[in-house]
């Protein structure tokens, strides 16, 4: 079965940094496009990063320089590094996979979320 | 950036057709795919390349596309459909490839 699951969120102070981990199962992250998308509370969907197959990252304006997507193939897990983290980063971040080996596709499956908060 | 316009709301009587529109320019050139999210849930793909039903999605659920606009249409609804539904494309020439629409909350009334 094709699965992904999110770990590293919680409740981080304006400033700091944080890591999350998206562990694939089912499949190898480094075969397909995979992205990070986010989810502010109340708000819709917000594409964050993307990484392709062959290693090429593109981000959001709002994260570009801050954050750093990146994949670890031996463990089988995409992360997102968040650096000087503000408040309105605060949201449920999910890792999808693009579902077509060539890109430009659907995302399935997603993770099933992780929060981070970023408070005083 | 490519934009995607969606309406913020829908409203549907059970037993009738939803129709959710997703604006673009010439978005008929381009694949769309549509997601459903319940509240608290992660978002489910719905339908893919325009029209195309992923296993275990029920029929009621078609999607078509062309010219400036995408449309996900719902017959028959159910209470069950209530959600928040995306629209999504990607912009392959542009440095931000992945667009999602703002969302259309669906009530069933």
């Known amino acids: 079965e094709v699965q992904l699951v999110e770990t590293g969120g919680g409740l981080i102070q304006p400033g700091g940094s944080l890591r999350l981990s998206c562990a694939a199962s089912?499949?190898?992250?480094?075969?397909?496009?995979m992205s990070w998308v986010r989810q502010a509370p109340g708000k819709g969907l917000e594409w964050v990063s993307v990484?392709?197959?062959?290693?090429?990252?593109y981000y959001a304006d709002s994260v570009k320089g801050r954050f750093t997507i990146s994949r670890d193939n031996s463990k089988n897990t995409l992360y997102l590094q968040m650096n000087s983290l503000r408040a309105e980063d605060t949201a449920v971040y999910y890792c999808?996979?693009?579902?077509?080996?060539?890109?430009?596709?659907?995302?399935?499956?997603w993770g099933q979320g992780t929060l981070v908060t970023v408070s005083s | 950036s490519y934009v995607l316009t969606q309406p913020p709301s829908v409203s549907v009587a059970p037993g009738k057709t939803a129709r959710i529109t997703c604006g673009g320019n010439?978005?008929?050139?381009?694949?769309v795919h549509w997601y459903q999210q319940k509240p608290g849930q992660a978002p489910v793909l719905v339908i893919y390349?325009?029209?195309d039903r992923p296993s275990g999605i029920p029929e009621r659920f078609s999607g078509s596309n062309s010219g400036n606009t995408a449309t996900l249409t719902i017959s028959r609804v159910e209470a069950g459909d209530e959600a928040d539904y995306y629209c999504?494309?990607?912009?392959?020439?542009?440095?931000?490839?992945?667009?999602f629409g703002g969302g259309t909350k669906l009530t069933v009334l």
């Open positions: 999808a996979r693009d579902a077509t080996l060539g890109g430009w596709g659907w995302f399935d499956p």
């Open positions: 089912g499949f190898t992250v480094s075969s397909n496009y």
């Open positions: 990484i392709y197959s062959g290693g090429s990252t």
């Open positions: 010439n978005i008929g050139s381009k694949s």
């Open positions: 390349y325009d029209s």
């Open positions: 999504q494309v990607w912009d392959s020439s542009s440095d931000h490839p992945v667009v």
